[in-house]
């Protein structure tokens, strides 16, 4: 059984950075594709980053967000950088086999962005 647990949101000032982490279980962590993604009410969860499947990497995205595997600990890390309201969203952990498959989901970890 896939397990996702996600942790490391919180209430954080407007600039700071967060580093929100996600730890897998039930599944051979170096052949999924990971993903985090963000909702907030009323609007369609969108991707924020993801990696592909194989060695350890970082990635970084839109200059703020830099989402890195770490497959002996079978963890994924989104660090966010200068921290906006816009920010603010439940961000959640996806894992998945291929593109274009709905994958499985943590519950999310909530990140609140105000002062």
């Known amino acids: 059984q896939v397990q996702l647990v996600e942790s490391g949101g919180g209430l954080v000032q407007p600039g700071g950075s967060l580093r929100l982490s996600c730890v897998a279980s039930?599944?051979?962590?170096?052949?999924?594709?990971m993903a985090w993604y963000r909702q907030t009410p009323g609007k369609q969860r969108e991707l924020v980053a993801q990696i592909a499947y194989g060695a350890d990497a970082a990635t970084s995205v839109k200059g703020r967000f830099t989402i890195s595997r770490f497959n002996a600990k079978s963890t994924v890390y989104l660090e966010i950088k200068s921290l906006k309201p816009e920010d603010t969203a439940v961000y959640y952990c996806?894992?998945?086999?291929?593109?274009?498959?709905?994958?499985?989901w943590g519950r999310g970890t909530q990140v609140t962005v105000s002062s």
């Open positions: 039930g599944i051979i962590f170096g052949n999924y594709i």
């Open positions: 996806n894992a998945k086999r291929a593109i274009g498959l709905d994958g499985d």
